[in-house]
């Protein structure tokens, strides 16, 4: 999988921001005018966060997702999105940049959602020695990332 434009992963942005922040805010303040001016500046702001995602150093794509993804999955569990998730432009962004953000190892079933293919050809890519098998089962999240940004560089 590649990673988003920039206006993919803005848009996205956008759009989880106003359904899980916004649009309840704007509910509980009966309409009030100051969430229509917060929803300009998450407009604005949107390109700046997919900017540092997708552009910025390590350590600034890195932290950008940890709030970002700490910021719309508050859960008090670990952080387990569904498959389908990770072929988002968020998703695909953070594989991209981090890989898993919040586990060391991932099953063979996210390591494809991950890259974008089955589990087989996950199990394949690890007997090749493409993606390093994690002692206490998986793969290590940090080889799914660096195969997806191999995969980008060439």
């Known amino acids: 999988m590649s990673p988003p434009t920039h206006d993919e992963l803005a848009a996205q942005l956008v759009r989880l921001l106003d359904v899980r922040l916004l649009d309840p805010l704007e509910i509980l303040l009966d309409g009030d005018e100051a969430v229509a001016a917060l929803r300009d500046l998450v407009r604005i702001r949107a390109g700046r966060w997919a900017e540092r995602i997708i552009d910025g150093d390590d350590a600034t794509a890195i932290g950008m997702v940890m ?48 890259l974008g293919i089955t589990r087989q050809g996950v199990h394949d890519l690890v007997n090749r020695g493409r993606l390093a098998r994690h002692p206490d089962g998986g793969v290590t999240s940090a080889s799914v990332r660096d195969r997806l940004r191999a995969r980008t560089d060439a």
């Open 67 to 114: 709030r970002v993804v700490a910021t719309l999955h508050p859960d008090d569990g670990p952080f387990a999105p569904p498959p389908e998730w990770w072929g988002t432009p968020l998703g695909r962004a953070v594989a991209w940049r981090v890989g898993h953000p919040t586990a060391v190892s991932v099953s063979y079933a996210v390591a494809g959602a991950m």
